[in-house]
């Protein structure tokens, strides 16, 4: 409603500009049918606007000039029916002339009631904001423009980044919801109608963080369901903030935050890395000649990793001792299209890595039982999109992990028979791992879960009746200790009903194997095949 009176009423005024030109004359025939429309919708716009205005928490001067307009661009639209009707076209024109004005004022004036004051200027791109008069917004702390954010106040870097960005629209100078402004520490500090918005060194009693953890369907969450939502490092952040006492100047290295705060904070405000080398695959067309001749001059396989892209895998494997270094620098021109890469068993050593540091989009790589060492891995640094890395059977040490540490992309490195002590692994694991991470999406899979119980149904009749689906699996001790089908320990769980009896297996594919074709497996069982 509050848009479609603003939408008709510019119409009229751009059909009415139009017909002043003799090719453009009839463009305003059907000004009354609009007309009709817009006049009543004018009205109701006005009242309901009122009524909004009526709920509070708006700048109270402000208001009263959007109200006089609002009215005043509603009152014209209606004196402008009246004229139409009447034949008085020249009056109507002026009426409608004098409702986009008042339109215009009343809209402005709506936008800063609820985006702020300088909504128009503050996120309009620079030449426009230096014609229309206005500033850059005043950030707190722009994320990566802090070059040392230890120094500067917790308060400006982990609360009020969050509050400007997702409160002070309802929360600020001009829409006080609640009496409750949170555009500035001291307003913060005072609080709104339901009392102090935090309590100094207790997060979990604080009303602010009450409300960020409601569940979105409830009236009281904050911000309200449907507009931007704070993240969970944001929360983290603030939680900790009113933790550590709520302070207005104390900075953030006198707060002595935990590691996974600096964490959080060092990512916020660090400069953007580059990207990851990456280097586009050439047309499998182009490759395909080389990589033939290549493999039948080395006596290699390398083939495309689909039909359908551009990828190669080449294994070097199958050579054996035959292939080094200088065979491996022979794989130049297909660098940019490798994606597996296997050279276990061969004679490659350090200065074969160097070539591999080329290929940098390498997904897979095998160097077992190769000569490979701690410093030849500092090579491999190259390769961001690696994830699988198998050294098993080399010399590689516990140095040589330092150097894998960085490889963003990296999930499975196999160590067997190296140098490597468990205690530099596990060091390596749990450097590699987010842990601040997991435990934000376990904390999301756990409201999951939560709502997903409470979208289920339970009626008590004595005995419960749930809407889960019925077991699939038949009720009954199973007859077999064993698979039949691959003759290990059987998974109670993986069952099937075959003439009255209940038989188990090791695993789903065994499972389906004999559902396929029992007749194979039955004697295992000893029991007799179907008579045809």
């Known amino acids: 409603m509050l848009h479609l009176p603003i939408g008709l009423i510019l119409l009229l005024a751009i059909l009415e500009t139009l017909s002043f030109w003799p090719r453009f004359k009839k463009v305003n025939a059907n000004a009354g049918l609009i007309l009709t429309i817009t006049v009543p919708a004018a009205a109701l716009t006005a009242l309901l606007g009122w009524m909004l205005s009526q709920s509070g928490g708006y700048e109270k001067e ?5 109200f006089r307009t609002g009215m005043v661009t509603a009152i014209a639209c209606f004196l402008g029916g009246i004229f139409f009707a009447f034949g008085l076209r020249k009056l109507y024109r002026v009426a409608l002339a004098v409702s986009v004005l ?5 809209s402005h004036l709506g936008g800063s009631l609820t985006h702020g004051s300088t909504y128009l200027t503050q996120y309009a791109p620079q030449p426009f904001r230096n014609w229309l008069g206005g ?4 950030a707190p702390a722009a994320e990566g423009s802090l070059t040392d954010w230890k120094a500067a106040p917790a308060f400006q870097v982990a609360a009020k980044p969050m509050l400007d960005k997702y409160c002070i629209g309802c929360h600020g100078p001009e829409k006080k919801k609640a009496s409750l402004r949170l555009d500035t520490f001291d307003a913060l500090h005072k609080g709104g109608e339901s009392g102090p918005a935090f309590v100094a060194g207790n ?3 604080s009303l602010l963080i009450k409300r960020l953890h409601l569940p979105s369907a409830q009236d009281e969450h904050m911000p309200p369901d449907g507009k931007p939502q704070p993240t969970a490092d944001d929360i983290a952040l603030l939680e900790w903030w009113i933790n550590s006492g709520a302070d207005s100047g104390k900075t953030v290295a006198a707060l002595q935050p935990a590691a996974n705060i600096e964490k959080l904070l060092g990512a916020r405000f660090a400069k953007a890395k580059p990207a990851a080398p990456q280097a586009a695959p050439q047309p499998i067309e182009a490759v395909l000649p080389i990589a033939e001749k290549l493999s039948s ?3 290699i396989a390398i083939r495309p990793l689909s039909e359908h892209e551009a990828w190669l895998q080449c294994n070097a494997g199958i050579a054996g001792a035959a ?3 200088e065979q491996l620098a022979r794989l130049a021109p297909l660098q940019s299209n490798l994606r597996w890469l296997d050279l276990a068993g061969t004679k490659v050593t350090d200065a074969g890595l160097a070539q591999v540091a080329g290929m940098v989009n390498l997904e897979r790589l095998h160097l077992e039982r190769t000569g490979v060492t701690d410093a030849g891995l500092a090579d491999l640094q190259s390769l961001a999109q690696l994830e699988y890395l198998n050294l098993y059977g080399t010399s590689v040490g516990d140095d040589g992990l330092e150097h894998l ?12 028979q190296t140098s490597v002590t468990p205690a530099a692994a596990k060091a390596f694991v749990e450097a590699r791992t987010d842990k601040d991470q997991i435990r934000a999406w376990e904390q999301e899979i756990e409201a999951l879960a939560a709502r997903i119980r409470n979208q289920k149904m339970q009626v008590d009749l004595g005995i419960p009746v749930t809407n889960a689906p019925a077991a699939s699996a038949p009720v009954g001790a199973a007859m077999n200790t064993t698979c039949p089908v ?16 209940v038989i188990a297996f090791c695993c789903d594919d065994c499972k389906a194997k004999f559902q396929a074709d029992p007749k194979p497996w039955l004697a295992k069982l000893g029991l007799a095949a179907p008579k045809r």
């Open 62 to 66: 402000l208001l009263d000039l959007h």
């Open 102 to 106: 008042a339109l215009t004022v009343a």
């Open 135 to 138: 500033s850059a917004p005043a």
């Open 203 to 205: 997060a979990a009693q």
């Open 297 to 299: 001059e080395l006596n």
């Open 323 to 325: 292939f080094g270094d």
């Open 405 to 416: 540490k960085s490889l963003p992309g990296l999930r499975k490195v196999f160590l067997w």
């Open 486 to 501: 691959s003759g290990k320990p059987i998974d109670a769980e993986k069952t099937v009903s075959y003439e009255g009896k």
